[in-house]
């Protein structure tokens, strides 16, 4: 097959590398989703772009054939979350290394370009310095973060050993429209959105001061383009961040003051294998990958709210 495969295409984060691709010029795109979290609602824009195979990537008879020959797969597909691979380690385990594991062998028995690997930033886990340098020592505090870097480890070694090009990218919390705000397990900010504009205050868990590098969703997917192209980069990891820091408080009452409320937060006990403050050095990324973030948070949270209403506002006419 000679278009990109997208794994967890149907994704808030997968969907926007699909787009991305797209508006690049790619004529068809493959996503593989076994749709646990995305959504075909994701992909409605694209959808006659978009060769959709619904299949878990543990079911490596059902992947090999959609990846063959790729020039390359960017694989998103996950259960990305660190609280629920705590109530939930075996699932995430089978999907975040062994799903992991069998799409790189596919990828590499199939004699794919190059794969781009979404990893995470919660390897790093408690650095004693900020910002956090790739060449910092992981120090992962959940199952989820083990996960991730076990996932990279292995990208690094089939660059070494079998010699599939591989690229990982430590995403820093991810935000931006279509992120799925509807579970515990949902990223922050959709948590936030979904608040805000019902007018009801957030659980925040420990007292807010906690911070993260907020990384606007198209940031990240058009810095996965530019990792699929870059030149002299297999078997590494690169940051993919925004270089920002912001606490949970800071954007609580930037979004209060946008949407001119006053709503106080409620604060809960901490979240086990929460990491306290996150903020990516960029150095290396924008040197070997050109990466170069474009959306400030306010800009990200000013779309991400656009989008968040346009839905309230679709789903009370229907
Ligand atoms: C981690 C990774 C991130 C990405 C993500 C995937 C770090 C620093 N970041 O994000 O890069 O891989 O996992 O899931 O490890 N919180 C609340 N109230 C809520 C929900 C969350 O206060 O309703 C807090 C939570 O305790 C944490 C912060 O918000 O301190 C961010 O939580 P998250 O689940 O959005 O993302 P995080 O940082 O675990």
Same mark, same amino acid.
């Given at each position: 097959?000679?278009?990109?495969v997208?794994?967890?295409?149907a994704?808030?984060?997968?969907?926007?590398?699909?787009?991305?691709?797209?508006?690049?010029?790619?004529?068809?795109?493959?996503?593989?989703?076994?749709?646990?979290?995305?959504?075909?609602a994701?992909?409605?824009?694209?959808?006659?772009?978009v060769?959709?195979?619904?299949?878990?990537?543990?079911?490596?008879?059902?992947?090999?054939p959609?990846?063959?020959?790729?020039?390359?797969?960017f694989h998103?597909?996950?259960?990305?979350?660190v609280?629920?691979?705590?109530?939930?380690?075996v699932?995430?385990?089978?999907?975040?290394? +062994?799903?992991t594991?069998?799409? /790189?062998? *596919? &990828? $590499?028995? !199939?004699? =794919?370009?190059?794969? #781009?690997?979404? @990893?995470?930033?919660?390897?790093?886990g408690d650095?004693?310095?900020?910002?956090?340098?790739?060449?910092?020592?992981?120090?992962?505090?959940?199952?989820?973060?083990?996960?991730?870097?076990?996932?990279?480890?292995?990208?690094?070694?089939?660059?070494?050993c079998?010699?599939l090009?591989?690229?990982?990218?430590?995403?820093?919390?991810?935000?931006?429209?279509?992120?799925?705000?509807?579970?515990?397990?949902?990223?922050?900010?959709s948590?936030?959105?979904?608040?805000?504009?019902?007018?009801?205050?957030?659980?925040?868990?420990?007292?807010?001061?906690?911070?993260?590098?907020?990384?606007?969703?198209? +940031?990240?997917a058009a810095?996965? /383009?530019? *990792? &699929? $192209?870059? !030149?002299? =980069?297999?078997?590494? #990891?690169f940051? @993919?961040?925004?270089?920002?820091?912001?606490?949970?408080?800071?954007v609580?009452?930037?979004?209060?003051?946008?949407?001119?409320?006053?709503?106080?937060?409620?604060?809960?006990?901490?979240?086990?294998?929460?990491?306290?403050?996150?903020?990516?050095d960029?150095?290396?990324?924008?040197?070997?990958?050109?990466?170069?973030p474009?959306?400030?948070?306010?800009?990200?949270?000013?779309?991400?709210?656009?989008?968040y209403r346009?839905q309230?506002?679709?789903?009370?006419?229907?």
């Open positions: 097959m000679s278009q990109p997208v794994t967890g295409g994704g808030f984060i997968g969907s926007a590398v699909v787009r991305a691709l797209i508006a690049e010029g790619a004529a068809r795109v493959t996503v593989i989703d076994n749709f646990a979290t995305g959504r075909r994701n992909l409605k824009e694209v959808a006659g772009q060769d959709v195979l619904e299949a878990d990537l543990c079911d490596y008879e059902s992947i090999a959609a990846v063959e020959g790729a020039p390359v797969v998103l597909a996950a259960i990305p979350s609280p629920r691979s705590i109530t939930e380690p699932l995430a385990h089978r999907s975040n290394v +062994d799903g594991f069998n799409l /790189l062998l *596919a &990828a $590499q028995r !199939g004699g =794919v370009g190059r794969v #781009v690997y979404a @990893a995470s930033s919660s390897a790093y650095t004693e310095v900020l910002p956090k340098t790739e060449s910092m020592a992981p120090r992962p505090k959940s199952p989820y973060a083990a996960q991730k870097l076990m996932g990279e480890y292995y990208a690094s070694v089939f660059a070494e079998f010699g090009e591989t690229v990982s990218l430590r995403f820093f919390n991810v935000f931006g429209p279509r992120q799925d705000p509807s579970s515990p397990y949902s990223g922050v900010l948590i936030f959105m979904k608040c805000i504009l019902e007018r009801r205050p957030p659980t925040i868990y420990g007292d807010g001061e906690q911070s993260r590098d907020f990384t606007y969703v198209e +940031d990240v810095l996965c /383009l530019k *990792a &699929a $192209q870059a !030149g002299d =980069v297999s078997g590494q #990891v940051n @993919a961040g925004n270089g920002g820091r912001f606490t949970l408080n800071q609580w009452r930037m979004l209060c003051e946008i949407e001119g409320v006053s709503i106080e937060p409620v604060y809960g006990p901490p979240r086990a294998g929460d990491v306290r403050h996150s903020q990516a960029l150095s290396a990324a924008a040197a070997c990958l050109g990466h170069a474009r959306f400030s948070l306010e800009e990200g949270l000013r779309r991400t709210l656009d989008w346009a309230q506002f679709e789903t009370s006419k229907s």
